[in-house]
């Protein structure tokens, strides 16, 4: 790898050693003085520092996509006014542990770039969660659920009222809400036979999220915890994402290609998207045994 920084050293040094002022601070703070001075004033390519550095572009990069990961799913559900494909056990027990984990990881003091999503996607998980009691008939249900995550999140917050020992407790009882939120999503979506309104972006991204945060806890987090909450949140999101595959030309699954741009796949004559209809299972003619 020598010769190649070799190579670039002359053009990109006087690029890197006349950054703005803003930023340089933000790469100071973020890489720390050895790791600043390796990577951007000298230019040398050092392996930790490599590492680091990989570690900390990949989290600001989740954080920022974080911030409209879930705006096609709320678009989404917009539009339609229906909450089909969409689970709700499955968003109340992932924005729990999201919330637990966001208390858990601001008052350990880790670096915002390991943890900082949780906080953009719990927030739209409430959004959404809401929507779907909402449009479900629930609107008393939607406002109890808003008013318990924001006391429960307060709660978490304060040394006070949930103590260190209490707080370890509930971050290794929100890896598995984590892990355990997916499933009832996976059950709902082969029970319908189709992933409805569940938005294929906020999946595919979720899967590539989960990976990423593997690397990045290695690198910088010395916690099991997270690291096995991650590992089991990328198995099951792959499942999920599988699913999403699967069932893409269903007749119970809305039109995802819209979402990235593709040409809708032509209904085969004979089968509907409305009106009375007989439920299928899956795209394909399996029996299940």
Known sequence: MDPLFDALRPYLQPITTNLPTPLNNLALSLLGPHCHKTLLLSLSPDPPCLSLGLSKFLGLFIIAASSVVKIPQLLKLLSSKSPAGISFPAYLLETTAYVISLAYNTRQ????????????????NVVIAALVLEYGGYR???????AGVAAGGWALMQEGVVGPEMLGRAMAAAGVLGVVSKVPQIWTVWREGGTGQLSAFAVFNYLVGSLSRIFTTLQEVDDKLILYGFVAGFALNAVLAAQMVYYWNSPQTATHAKEIGEKPAKVAMGSSTTGAQPKVKSPTTRRRG
Request: aromatic share 18%.
């Open 140 to 146: 008393g249900g939607a406002a109890v659920f808003v």
């Open 109 to 124: 003091g880790f670096p915002f770039s390991t943890y900082g999503e949780t906080a953009l996607i719990a927030a739209q």
